[in-house]
Each structure stands twice: as structure tokens, then as C-alpha cells.
């Protein structure tokens, strides 16, 4: 807070203000704060502390007043970004988005600037837009954990896969699904060729869970429509790769498409009877 060139009495009555308002005592510390503003007019802070209790209690409207009053002072990158959450938070993806981009355009290393304009970018499905923002914060703090998730399935989308595994374990560690990890690890090594890696992802993730959860939104939408697009008709796909098998033709690069084919249909048991299979078949 620049408060060098603030009356000290107006200082004054800001500190107590925040101790106040740390201890939920909202009506007081708003009381105290536009005390603080009587003193001194162009005390941005207060202004924006105001706008932040505001909206702590639901009080959209007042919230933004208090932060426009802020930018009257100043352009400021902290305020810009708050009256951007308050239009993010209602559903006002457009609106919100030109706060942020005015906060990071300010201050290009606030990491919160840059995962909203990020974060509102991928709301609108502007992908491409929303990636150099993410990587933005990823840079600031690489192991940021939803800023490395959306960026994955980012590059998933676009098909580099090397990026998304890259994504993927910085946050690996730290993701309370590992069924769902070990999937994703096992499609991109697919895609990249790695069918032994992929074989003992997709082991992994169908053995280490008798009812793991289903890909996550994005990721079902993402992988099942591609699919149907690249094969034209799984189903078909399907029977004809269990055709050859019954034949004899079961190398890995089949059993690993077949095997992520039956995860597309939630055909699970299949696939993890094919691989479980397949890896005896290795070892005899």
C-alpha cells in the first residue's frame, strides 16, 4: 500500500479498518474505511477494501461502485482484476475479460491477472487465447495446479501431446485422482507411439480403481467426439480389431487402440481383461 504521501491520520484509521474487517466485523470496518476516505479523498485503498467487503457479503453492485470510485484515482492493476471477478463470478465472461487484460497490460507479472484472462478466455472457448495467459502463470508458478490442468487439455486438443504430459506432471503429485492421471498419461503416450507406456498406463488406471470416476467433462467431450471423427464409426473400428485378434493379430499397437477404444465406450471390464490378458501373455 502507498501510503508515504497519505495524512497519518488517515493511515490511522485504515489499519484499524483492516483489523475490523479481519475479525468479520464488516459494518464497522466499512464505517471506518469511508472515515479514512472523508480524511483523505484519493485514498484508493480504502475504496478498493470496500469493494472487497462488498463482495465478500454478496454485494455485487456495491462492490463495483466502490472499485469504479477506486479507478477514478487510478488505474490500478489490483482493482482492474477485482471489478474483472465480480463480472466473472455473474456470468459476465465479455465485460470481465476487458478488466483483466487492462490488469495484465499494468502489471504483466500478477499471476492472478493472468490465470483470470486465462481462465475467462477458456470459459468463452477462445482456447488459443486463453494458452499464452496460462503459461503466463505457469511461469510465474509452474506448478500452479489449474492452470497446468486447462493448459493439458489444451494442448491435448491440439494434439501436442508432449506439452500435456508436461502439463501433467507438474501436478501429478498433487491430483486426488490417479485412475484419471494414469488415463491421460495412456492416451497421450498412445498418440505419441509409446504403446508399451500407454498399455501400462491404461493397466494402472482400470486395475487401481474398481469404480474410478469418468473423464472429466471437457476430456469425454474432447476424446469421444475426436474419436468418432478419426474412425468414422468405433463400433465398426472395434469389431474389426476383435476380428483380427481372434485371428491371432494381437501386437501392441492394436491392443493399446483397442484397449482405449473400450475406455471410449465405457467398456472398462473389456479393457482391462484385454490388457491384463495381453501382459501374461508377455511374461509366459
Known sequence: MHTNSIDAKAVNVYNNAQLFAEKGDFATALAEYKRAIEIHPQFIEAFNNIGQIHAQMGNKNLAIEAYVNALKIDRDPMVLLNIGVEYFNSGEFDNALNYFLDSVNLSGDLLEANFYAGLTYYELKDFNNAKPYLINVIHINENHYRANFM?????????????????????????????????????????????????????????????????????????????????????????????????????????????MLYIFQGQNKKAEKLLLDYKKKLAS
Do not use: W
Not at 495412456?186 to 504403446?195: K, P
Not at 469418468?214 to 476380428?243: A, G, M, P, R, S
Open 151 to 259: 493448459l493439458a487439455g489444451i494442448y491435448y486438443d491440439s494434439k501436442e501431446f508432449t506439452q500435456a504430459l508436461e502439463c501433467m506432471d507438474r501436478i501429478a503429485s498433487i491430483h486426488n485422482d490417479k485412475g484419471f492421471i494414469e488415463k491421460f498419461y495412456g492416451f497421450c503416450h498412445y498418440y505419441l507411439g509409446n504403446y508399451e507406456k500407454a498399455v501400462d498406463c491404461f493397466t494402472y488406471a482400470l486395475t487401481s480403481h474398481s469404480k474410478y470416476n469418468e473423464f472429466k467433462e471437457y476430456l469425454e467431450k474432447l476424446t469421444y467426439e475426436n474419436k468418432v471423427k478419426e474412425f468414422d464409426n468405433i463400433d465398426k473400428t472395434v469389431k474389426d480389431l476383435e476380428k483380427n485378434m481372434k485371428k491371432g493379430d494381437k501386437d501392441l499397437p492394436s491392443v493399446s487402440k483397442l484397449s
